[in-house]
């Protein structure tokens, strides 16, 4: 069976910019999470859809958006971007909506590099 | 107020038992405590997870105290394969779930 797929692996953007990352969860699970990762620390939650619906959102600003498709998919899209937004991005699925007491299953990440 | 601290790192040697210890003083009721592995320019990998007292699976075991403010992974018999960062993980802040990694515990497992 597939994991978690995300898209594209690497991406090199310009200040001011805006980009769209994708990412298809395991077959069957109908939660995606979004998370930021900066070097050197731990992955920083972005977003929560469950069944098409926002159901979690960390401290980010509102250049940060998401969504969530019929499928299951979903997009990351981050406007004007900051050279700061260089990161890691990972795209976890579970299950369950809160994933309380279930396992998330995260993909190799999206590497966004922002000159 | 960090969710989450654990040390920044740790040394071992291949064949050795390693613990690393998690402080969550605030974690709620109904948290679970969860243990990821991460390797470089890689997602992170579930090793573990428990709510109280002794969780053991494969791979390790997780030791949570009664009064949950902390919880210990231990890894049996490390090998070289085992160098990697590891978080434990709250997901409830406020009632809300907001899922907090923290910075995580660099293990070197040495020859």
């Known amino acids: 069976d597939a994991g978690v797929t995300q898209s594209p692996t690497h991406l090199i953007k310009t200040r001011g910019q805006h980009v769209t990352l994708r990412c298809s969860p395991i077959?069957?699970?109908?939660?995606v999470s979004w998370y930021q990762q900066v070097l050197g620390q731990g992955p920083q939650f972005i977003f929560q859809?469950?069944?098409?619906?926002?159901?979690g959102r960390g401290n980010f600003p509102d250049r940060f958006s998401a969504r969530q498709f019929p499928n299951y998919s979903s997009e990351l899209n981050v406007n004007a971007l900051l050279l700061g937004d260089s990161a890691l991005y990972l795209c976890a699925s579970s299950l369950m909506r809160q994933a309380l007491n279930t396992e998330a299953f995260f993909g190799q990440g999206t590497r966004l590099t922002v000159v | 107020l960090a969710k989450t601290t654990q040390p920044i790192s740790m040394d071992s040697y291949e064949g050795q038992e390693v613990n690393i210890t998690c402080s969550h003083n605030n974690i709620a009721t109904n948290d679970y405590i969860t243990w990821y592995q991460q390797f470089p320019s890689q997602g992170p990998r579930f090793i573990i997870q428990g709510y109280k007292t002794k969780v053991t699976n494969e791979v390790a075991s997780l030791f949570i105290p009664a009064d949950r403010k902390s919880s210990t992974l231990s890894l049996p018999r490390v090998s070289l394969s085992d160098t990697a960062v590891y978080y434990c993980l709250v997901a409830l802040e406020g009632g809300s779930y907001i899922p907090t990694f923290g910075r995580g515990t660099s293990l070197i497992v040495h020859p």
């Open positions: 077959s069957g699970h109908k939660s």
């Open positions: 859809y469950y069944e098409k619906e926002e159901r």
